[in-house]
């Protein structure tokens, strides 16, 4: 395809950031609202969804999970969002060329699962050559409709790089080499944020009178807290539905969701103290962490008291204790209500996506599945901006010179300074801040 004839003058911000206005007012905005911020927070949602979704899919087809067509569905409604927000830049066209392409690794990944699955090399052989098709399609796509401000070369590498995190934890994990499954799953969950960073960033440039830059160090910030906030999501959903079905790789994905734990905590630490992060950790493994571990296992042999009890320890219990640490510990900067609301709305989702996992409602599940994961970007958003606002020197832009768009690869958080790793230990603190969760929220 001549990927010249989808190049269009930029419709503008409005469908992609409702209610936003040019990069002209980008001055009057919160820093980490911003239309360049918006945008790549936006990329930041739909692509890294993508990836935990591409790599559940291809972990029930083979386990022939009787969840794997709801999987694969979800899947591709994530692909389907993905077309307004390209429209909004490169029209019509550029929208559904940009699906068309993205389509070819839904199919590729799905295909190379089942074909692993099934012993087939020949149809492994296929899937992988589909998947090659969509990188290079996809690096000419960027490389032409960013007007070579994403150059192909270096966006064609940062998607081989993406496709190989994608295919190896699979491939560790149909092997039963769990732990390095999950070390490379958290590894491609860093490195997709890069693809954000780098796909805002071409485009601020290309339209300056859209969007502002993308990549300051709120931007980053941001970034960075929406990161940690999903990862937490995705983690959850894994460990629990592995502790449910009593698999395998249980301990390895319960693993995982422990590095994610800690990188909270060691946060905390660096601000509060070790004693403080203690108390943290405490209150989040006792309550949080190993009750999720409960409700699975209570689930799982149908024991429904221990399921209520469990249920109502995550979204009652836990809720108001970590509402009330953290109303305390701010010094009432988070209304009390609102905390305590937020933890709610977080847990709820968690609960609800398992327990419909659980009944066998599989659509259901996914359905408030990808409305908690929208959950944890909506806290990122709230999250960083209460911290920028409440430290603004530590976010002045005064960090090094932005580096050329290179590709995709990279994590959100290479060009943020020590300070910045530090403040993001008040993510943990302003958990629950305040912040109008969109509960109803559904991208499908």
């Known amino acids: 395809m001549n990927w010249k004839k989808v190049m269009v003058p930029v419709l503008g911000a409005a469908l992609l950031v409702p209610g936003m206005g040019t990069a002209a007012f980008a001055d009057e905005l919160p820093p980490t609202e911003t239309t360049g911020v918006e945008l790549r927070a936006t990329l930041d949602s739909l692509l890294s969804e993508h990836y935990a979704l591409a790599v559940d899919s291809m972990m029930k087809i083979y386990d022939e999970d009787e969840a794997a067509e709801a999987a694969m569905a979800a899947l591709d409604a994530n692909t389907a969002d993905m077309e307004p927000v390209i429209a909004s830049v490169y029209g019509e066209e550029g929208g559904a060329a940009f699906v068309e392409i993205f389509d070819k690794h839904n199919t590729g990944t799905d295909d190379y699962a089942a074909a692993v699955k099934a012993g087939d090399e020949?149809?492994?052989?296929?899937?992988?050559?589909?998947?090659?098709?969509?990188?290079?399609?996809?690096?000419?796509?960027?490389?032409?409709?960013?007007?070579g401000n994403l150059p192909e070369d270096g966006a064609t590498e940062a998607l081989r790089q993406h496709e190989d995190f994608v295919q190896n934890t699979f491939d560790l994990y149909a092997a039963g080499d769990f732990e390095a499954a999950y070390t490379s799953y958290l590894e491609g969950f860093t490195q997709i944020f890069g693809a954000g960073s780098a796909i805002s960033g071409a485009i601020s440039t290309q339209f300056p009178d859209q969007f502002s830059d993308p990549n300051t160090p709120a931007g980053d910030f941001r970034s960075t807290v929406n990161r940690i906030a999903a990862e937490h999501f995705a983690l959850a959903q894994l460990s629990m539905t592995k502790g449910y079905n009593g698999s395998d790789d249980f301990d390895f994905a319960d693993w995982a969701q422990d590095q994610n734990t800690?990188?909270?905590?060691?946060?905390?630490?660096?601000?509060?103290?070790?004693?403080?992060?203690?108390?943290?950790?405490?209150?989040?493994?006792?309550?949080?962490?190993?009750?999720?571990?409960?409700?699975?296992?209570?689930?799982?042999?149908?024991?429904?008291?221990?399921?209520?009890?469990?249920?109502?320890?995550?979204?009652?219990?836990?809720?108001?204790?970590?509402?009330?640490?953290?109303?305390?510990?701010?010094?009432?900067?988070?209304?009390?209500?609102?905390?305590?609301?937020?933890?709610?709305?977080?847990?709820?989702?968690?609960?609800?996506?398992?327990?419909?996992?659980?009944?066998?409602d599989y659509t259901a599940s996914y359905e408030s599945y990808r409305t908690g994961y929208a959950i944890m970007f909506d806290i990122g958003k709230g999250l960083s901006g209460a911290v920028v606002d409440q430290f603004p020197e530590n976010f002045e832009n005064t960090a090094p010179e932005k580096m050329p768009a290179t590709g995709l690869g990279g994590t959100a958080g290479q060009t943020n300074t020590m300070v910045l790793w530090i403040t993001l230990s008040l993510m943990i603190l302003l958990a629950a801040g305040t912040i109008t969760y969109r509960q109803s929220k559904n991208q499908q």
């Open 122 to 147: 020949e149809m492994q052989g296929e899937a992988l050559d589909e998947i090659q098709s969509f990188v290079d399609d996809m690096g000419a796509f960027l490389g032409t409709a960013t007007e």
């Open 262 to 360: 800690e990188e909270f905590r060691a946060a905390l630490a660096s601000v509060y103290g070790e004693e403080a992060s203690n108390q943290f950790a405490e209150l989040w493994n006792n309550e949080h962490i190993s009750v999720q571990g409960d409700l699975a296992t209570a689930a799982a042999a149908d024991d429904q008291a221990a399921v209520e009890e469990a249920t109502s320890t995550l979204t009652s219990t836990f809720a108001t204790d970590l509402g009330t640490f953290l109303n305390s510990a701010t010094e009432d900067r988070m209304p009390l209500d609102e905390t305590i609301a937020g933890v709610q709305a977080h847990e709820t989702s968690v609960v609800d996506t398992f327990q419909q996992y659980a009944a066998g």
